[in-house]
Every structure is written in structure tokens, then in C-alpha cells.
């Protein structure tokens, strides 16, 4: 197989049609060869069989051939997301961002959005900015009017003395014995 045909558009639905076929072919001769060995089990009894025990045999092989039925049919589904998928993202993707880009400058254009007056107005408020943060040109010292700096709050000396502050080591700290009565116990 040549990577180079797969990978155009037309080489990818060939290979996709390929396995998608292939997958569904399969699909239905595994689904006829589980009704065939599901038909043959049921009527072939084995020495010690009870009544019944060959049909639920043979559905138990049988339903294991009924899934590999179903997961091909599953791989040929996703065969064929591969290329609807291989189509939206890397076909048709360069013209896609070109027509959005299109009607982005379409949309600029009609509100009058011009890219280059808003990046010149965002270079001059920069060296702007930079120029009187470094001080490279001075600004004379302006005073706002209406904002006024804070008034320093006096904070009066504490009014009062928690108790046991003043004399904290003059006063033993109080037995517990002193609290309840030694006798009752």
C-alpha cells in the first residue's frame, strides 16, 4: 500500500470502502456460520446430556459468534468515521480557516475596526507609560483635586485594666481544692 495515495482524499475513500466492505462481508458469514453451528449444536447430544442442555450449549457458542458479528459491523462503522473525520480535520481544514478569517475581515471592515490604528494607540499608551515610570520625561507634580490623604486616627491609651493584669505576680493562682469541699468525698 502506498501512504502517499492513502493519504488524499480520494486514496482514503478507497482504502475506507475497502474495509468497510471487507468488515460487512465478514460480518454477515460470521452471523451465518453462528446460526449453522447453533442449529448443528442443539441437535448433537453428548453422552450424559439432561433435556435442554444441548440447546443452551450451543446459544452460549453461538452468542460468542453473534458478538464477533457485531464488532465487525462496529469496525466498519468506525472505518467509516475514519473518513468523514480524516475529511473535516485535514481536507477540508486550510479552506475552512481561510473562509472564517474571510468573514472575520468582512466583520472589521464593516464595523470600521482598524487593526492598525488600535495597535498604534496600544504602543503609544505603552512607551507612555513606560516613559513616566522611569521618569525618562517628568511630569510636573499635579495634585488631584477631591481625593485628600487619610487623617491620621488618634488611638486613645487603653481606659481600663483587665483584671489580673496589673498584679499578674502578686496573686498565687488559687488551688482547686479551695473550690470544692474536701470532706465530702
Excluded: C
Excluded at 475552512?96 to 470600521?112: A, D, F, N, V, Y
Excluded at 499608551?125 to 488618634?154: D, E, F, I, K, R
Excluded at 483584671?163 to 474536701?182: C, K, S, T, V, Y
Aim: avoid cysteine; proline fraction near 6%.
Amino acid at each position: 500500500m502506498d501512504i502517499e495515495a492513502l493519504m488524499t482524499q480520494q486514496g482514503m475513500r478507497g482504502w475506507t470502502d475497502e474495509q468497510r466492505d471487507t468488515f460487512v462481508n465478514d460480518a454477515s458469514q460470521v452471523r451465518q456460520l453462528a446460526q449453522i453451528i447453533q442449529a448443528r449444536l442443539a441437535n448433537s447430544q453428548i453422552e450424559g446430556d439432561r433435556a435442554g442442555s444441548a440447546g443452551r450449549r450451543a446459544r452460549k457458542v453461538s452468542k460468542k459468534l453473534a458478538k464477533v458479528a457485531r464488532l465487525l459491523e462496529k469496525a466498519a462503522a468506525e472505518t467509516e468515521a475514519l473518513n468523514a473525520v480524516y475529511l473535516r480535520e485535514v481536507v477540508e481544514l486550510p479552506d475552512r480557516r481561510s473562509k472564517e478569517l474571510e468573514r472575520k475581515e468582512q466583520r472589521r471592515q464593516r464595523l470600521g475596526i482598524a487593526v492598525s490604528s488600535v495597535q498604534h494607540r496600544v504602543a503609544n499608551s505603552l512607551v507612555n507609560t513606560t516613559n513616566t515610570l522611569s521618569g525618562a520625561h517628568p511630569q510636573p507634580n499635579v495634585q488631584v483635586t477631591g481625593v485628600q490623604p487619610p487623617v491620621p486616627q488618634y488611638v486613645p491609651a487603653q481606659p481600663f485594666q483587665f483584671p489580673g493584669q496589673a498584679n499578674a505576680m502578686a496573686q498565687p493562682l488559687p488551688d482547686i481544692g479551695d473550690f470544692f469541699d474536701q470532706e465530702a468525698m
